[in-house]
């Protein structure tokens, strides 16, 4: 019997839906090991293990500052972990203890954040390019939501590809009923729902979009997601170039997701880069059809599910959403496919590849 931690400070993040489904599952799987979950001091009353070889522990301290340097490693010394789980590259560097690290994507080693000071991102953004070749030569293992995350690792970091594990992730169904837009209603839409980000390629959408204007004068774009910086920028834009229609929601409830999913015409993906690109899979299990960018993982995850365009093309992009929209053929294979696809994935089986990780990494070191 081991002792594993996981770092679970993202637990309640977009981007911590991995660690948090991860940690549900397990409980379900694993009756061998021992658990501590780290988690944020406001994250204790959210997080409930049904598993009692589960326990939380409140871990204070913050990505990327050096109290996650020194009082985190303080931390995982005290526990005295068998091995660790790092559910994301931050992590104490020079942590010694057997650890495992999951590597999302390497989309911050190369693109900007136009809404930081520059100076400032590109100190931090050297530092991180640091962080994540001292991790990947550190880790006993490496996990990669896909293999175009895997191919990447050990090109950037210089590791052997048998380090690194794939496991792919899934798309959950959102349970909370269907919440309509009022605004929306009887109106044909596209959407994308996520972050603004440089590497999303909203600026070639919106562009793309003010051409589709000209033969869809009644269409429009619904971008979905907490208004920050970005968005506003984007805003600017479209005001800038005289592109109407287009919704920037802000934050949207689970229940108006679902809507958005189950009422659009298509869910556009226009993304640079991605390590798994669950958006559109999650779309693809509520019924849209999905056109999306052949950048990164995308073709690799959507498969034949999807209508894709070059990201970099902005015309290309239009022509893309044209094809499916005056297609009624087309839409329909591309919803038919979309369902068949997101059925290839299981959190069921990406926590057994975890936890197949686990026991390899402390096999070979005999713990």
């Known amino acids: 019997m081991s002792h594993i931690v996981i770092d679970a400070r993202q637990y309640t993040t977009s981007t911590g839906r991995y660690t948090y489904r991860l940690i549900e599952y397990l409980q379900n799987l694993d009756a061998q ?6 988690l944020k001091p406001t994250d204790m009353d959210v997080a409930e293990f049904t598993n009692p070889r589960f ?63 520059h100076l400032v991102f590109k100190t931090k953004q050297r530092v991180y390019k640091w962080v994540n070749h001292r991790v990947a030569q550190s ?56 972050r603004p980000q440089p590497h999303k390629n909203l600026g070639r959408l919106i562009e793309a979009f003010g051409l589709l204007r000209n033969v869809y004068p009644d269409l429009q774009l619904v971008l979905a997601g907490k208004k920050d910086e970005l968005y506003r920028q984007h805003e600017e834009q479209a005001v800038r170039q005289g592109i109407g229609g287009i919704l920037f929601t802000d934050f949207v409830s689970e229940g108006q997701l679902r809507w ?38 995308l073709p690799e995850i959507y498969g034949p599910a999807a209508h894709y365009f070059d990201p970099l093309n902005t015309r290309a992009i239009a022509e893309a959403i044209s094809q499916v929209l005056s297609n009624d053929q087309l839409r329909q294979e591309l919803i038919d496919k979309g369902r068949q696809q997101v059925g290839k994935y299981s959190w069921d089986r990406m926590a057994r590849q975890t936890l197949d990780v686990y026991k390899q990494a402390l096999d070979e070191y005999g713990r």
Request: proline content about 7%; hydrophobic content about 40%.
């Open 33 to 38: 090991h021992d658990y501590t979950i780290l």
């Open 139 to 194: 880790s006993q293992r490496i996990i990669a939501p896909s293999h175009f995350v895997q191919k990447d690792i050990m090109n950037y970091c210089q590791v052997p590809v048998t380090k690194i594990v794939v496991t792919y992730e899934s798309a959950d169904s959102i349970q909370d009923p269907a919440e309509p837009l009022s605004v929306l209603e009887g109106r044909p839409f596209i959407m994308y729902i996520g």
């Open 55 to 117: 326990k939380k522990v409140a871990c204070p301290y913050k990505e990327f500052t050096f109290a996650e340097q020194l009082g985190l490693r303080r931390q995982l010394n005290r526990l005295k972990p068998d091995l660790v789980h790092f559910g994301m590259t931050q992590q104490p560097v020079l942590y010694k203890g057997l650890h495992v690290t999951t590597m999302h994507d390497l989309t911050t080693l190369r693109f900007d954040n136009p809404a930081k000071n």
């Open 260 to 297: 958005l999913y189950e009422h659009c015409l298509a869910y556009v993906f226009p993304s640079l880069s991605e390590g798994f690109g669950l958006p559109g899979l999650e779309a693809m299990r509520h019924g849209a059809p999905v056109i999306s960018s052949n950048a990164a993982c």
